[in-house]
């Protein structure tokens, strides 16, 4: 039931964000207990957003946790925002690195231009993360 549920929501997220335009429109994932079975933990819940550089900014400041570049290393290395931890989303061990990151921690993830940062949001909802915010646009957008 879990999986099927998962696997649902992932689908019509997956449908949200296939639009050529990138809004500010927020997809949001919560589950309980009741609804991923007996065996789980109590309350599982799950936020799936993404955040234009304002939002993006403003929620980093007032509910800290892992800020993440999956840029390659290169493109860390020209600028990224302050505090970041870069994990190259082309690394082959990218989702074995993931695994060391705080599942409870809120991840606020970026890219470039926001293609790379929604894919790794993808892989986090997976692995079960319970927070992910995604930055629209990319590093491309932030002004600051």
């Known amino acids: 039931m879990k999986t099927t549920l998962i696997i649902g929501i992932m689908t019509l997220f997956i449908v949200s964000c296939s639009s050529n335009e990138q809004?500010?429109?927020v997809t949001e994932l919560s589950f309980t207990s009741d609804q991923v079975g007996q065996n789980d933990v109590d309350e599982v819940k799950q936020i799936a957003k993404n955040l234009s550089a304002d939002e993006f900014k403003d929620k980093l400041q007032h509910d800290p946790g892992t800020l993440l570049d999956v840029r390659t290393p290169e493109e860390f290395a020209e600028g990224a925002i302050e505090g970041a931890l870069n994990i190259d989303y082309y690394a082959s061990d990218f989702?074995?690195?993931?695994?060391?990151?705080?599942?409870k921690v809120p991840v606020y993830v970026y890219c470039r231009s926001g293609g790379?940062?929604?894919?790794?949001?993808?892989?986090?909802?997976?692995?079960?993360?319970?927070e992910i915010y995604a930055l629209i646009g990319g590093y491309s957008s932030w002004p600051y």
């Open 23 to 25: 809004s500010p429109e």
């Open 95 to 103: 989702q074995i690195q993931l695994k060391t990151l705080d599942k």
């Open 116 to 130: 790379r940062s929604k894919r790794a949001l993808d892989m986090m909802v997976e692995m079960g993360f319970h």
